[in-house]
């Protein structure tokens, strides 16, 4: 009988397959069903038990990441964050994720930005971007969703920790063997915009790409989760 973890990777590649080509079109009922089955993934899928998330507390870096699958069309990862750490401003060109916690609590606040045609961040470059409302997420809450347009860009922040999430991404970020061009760029607010539009306010805030803190880095974990192949 299949595992959870390996129903979700499938319908993954159900619905991103042939996402690198130029004719993809996203069909939204693949997409639903993704998310539906990505709502119902706990700790125990992945084998994530409090021994690890205990160790991680005890590691040096801020963020741990557990690899579980990756190839031109999907990646699929757990990030897990020491408590009290924010994972700085990022986006994710042209990409479409899913994020879905599965221990601890994470505050998640994303950024729409105010761009069109290709989301190329050119250095020194100021960009406006929409903040929408933080939001708090914990395992009992459903995937939270980002696509080429709308909260691509987020920081997250552990609130109750360590806290851990599953990640999958299409198409993935930059990669030699498939010939992508996708590099993760940071970001910093530089300034904040009040506006009211249709009768709603809503804070806007000037950004420009930077370098990662220095004091934010990573390592890795094994997977310890059903094989994936």
């Not at 020491?82 to 916690?101: A, E, S, Y």
Request: with cysteine; proline share 6%; charged share 20%.
């Amino acid at each position: 009988m299949a595992s959870t973890m390996e129903i979700l990777w499938k319908q993954a590649l159900k619905t991103f397959a042939g996402r690198n080509s130029v004719g993809y079109r996203l069909c939204q009922k693949n997409f639903e069903l993704l998310r539906s089955l990505m709502n119902k993934v706990t700790a125990a899928d992945v084998r994530l038990d409090r021994d690890v998330l205990e160790s991680v507390q005890m590691q040096s870096a801020p963020m741990c990441v557990v690899d579980i699958f990756e190839n031109q069309d999907i990646t699929i990862a757990i990030f897990i964050l020491k408590q009290g750490v924010t994972m700085p401003m990022h986006d994710h060109p042209g990409m479409h994720g899913l994020l879905k916690v599965i221990a601890g609590t994470v505050k998640i606040d994303s950024f729409t930005l105010e761009i069109s045609g290709d989301h190329i961040m050119e250095p020194n470059t100021g960009y406006t971007a929409i903040k929408h409302p933080g939001i708090l997420v914990k395992d009992t809450d459903d995937a939270c969703v980002l696509t080429p347009r709308e909260k691509n860009l987020h920081q997250i922040s552990c609130i109750d920790g360590p806290a851990a999430f599953l990640d999958i991404l299409s198409p993935p970020y930059d990669g030699e063997e498939y010939g992508n061009m996708r590099p993760c760029t940071f970001f910093r607010i530089t300034g904040s915009i009040r506006s009211t539009e249709s009768g709603e306010k809503s804070e806007k805030v000037q950004l420009v790409p930077s370098e990662s803190p220095p004091d934010f880095f990573s390592i890795s974990l094994e997977y310890l989760g059903p094989q994936l192949r």
